[in-house]
């Protein structure tokens, strides 16, 4: 039977886990799965890139925002800021 986890406890342990804080039992047992399941080393990877993303946007909080921000996309924020 497989334990309910909360999306609380699963960001959690994803977070040890990509920053090399997950330890014993609970990451060899996730290292298992993952050599066996494709879909989550996919998933995995990509939560990898996402972080590494997320730091990078927030490394220069004064930078102009890049060209290939879709117009739409930068007006709908400004809009939202607006009204906030």
Known sequence: ???NLTCGEFVE???RYIEGDAEGDEAREFERHLAA???CVSYVNGYRQTMKLGKMAFENLEAP?????PEGVVRGILAAIRKG
């Open 65 to 69: 925002v890049p060209e290939e921000v």
């Open 37 to 39: 399941c494709p879909t």
């Open 13 to 15: 342990f994803l977070w």
């Open 1 to 3: 039977m497989i334990r």
